[in-house]
């Protein structure tokens, strides 16, 4: 286009036809349509089932990370292990449809450590061994060349797994193991799970005094007496989710 105008102009208007009318069409190329391209699509593109073979059960772990917004560290020697498996990390939590949290491949270096520490929760990349020692960077660490899984002792209280998390964990083993299943059949189980975990804080939510959002009554909750690790999950769900009274 640019060889043919001799001008960025019409090289933006196309720009600009794409990003406000989701279509531009060219005489030699014919019509690009962005609804041909599924975003969603992207995002299944690293495989669930992968993760529960390597994982088993502790795959709740990461769930329960994800869902409590913590920051997630992942190694490996190699860096295609380590986006692979990365970037599919976001599907455990499909509702929050949130790929921003990811940062597939960071280096040991102030600036960009600096950078990852300004975010509330995140899933990281390292290829490098000595991250492992960064407890100051993780909530949960995982060393995904030895197939481990390791809480940090300040996440541990927040973390803290219950018989709930013991029926996350089964239900997404048996999800993933069933051979008839493919992995976005599994992510829609997990939603489906997921969904159900929302439904049972919403009788502790009352809407805030300025009316503006929903947040937590945590007497309600203390009153309902469930389980402590549950109690305990819900009242740290609703933090990651901005739900506390200020």
């Not at 193991?177 to 939510?205: A, C, G, M, Y």
């Not at 929903?214 to 007496?225: G, M």
């Not at 469930?226 to 506390?244: G, S």
Request: hydrophobic share 40%; aromatic share 8%.
């Amino acid at each position: 286009m640019y060889l043919k105008h001799g001008s960025p102009v019409k090289m933006m208007e196309s720009y600009i036809a794409v990003l406000t009318k989701g279509i531009c069409q060219s005489e030699e190329n014919g019509s690009f349509l962005s609804k041909d391209f599924d975003a969603r699509k992207a995002y299944l593109a690293g495989s669930i089932k992968d993760i529960v073979s390597q994982f088993g059960m502790e795959t709740v772990i990461l769930h329960t990370a994800l869902m409590l917004k913590k920051r997630i560290v992942v190694y490996h020697p190699k860096i295609e292990a380590v986006q692979e498996f990365t970037r599919t990390l976001p599907a455990l939590v499909w509702h929050r449809q949130d790929w921003t949290i990811l940062h597939s491949y960071v280096h040991l270096h102030a600036d960009e450590l600096e950078a990852l520490q300004m975010c509330p929760g995140y899933i990281a990349g390292f290829v490098d061994l000595e991250v492992s020692n960064r407890s100051d960077l993780y909530d949960v660490f995982v060393n995904l060349a030895d197939s481990e899984i390791t809480i940090a002792p300040l996440a541990k209280e927040a973390m803290t797994m219950g018989k709930l998390h013991k029926e996350i964990g089964q239900l997404i083993v048996q999800s993933a193991e069933d051979p008839e299943k493919s992995d976005s059949q599994v992510i829609q189980d997990i939603s489906l799970k997921t969904r159900e975990i929302f439904t049972n804080l919403e009788p502790f939510s009352e809407v805030s005094g300025d009316g503006e959002k929903l947040v937590l009554n945590f007497e309600a909750l203390k009153q309902r007496r469930f389980p402590p690790a549950t109690e305990n999950f819900l009242y740290h769900l609703a933090a990651a989710e901005q739900m506390l009274k200020i």
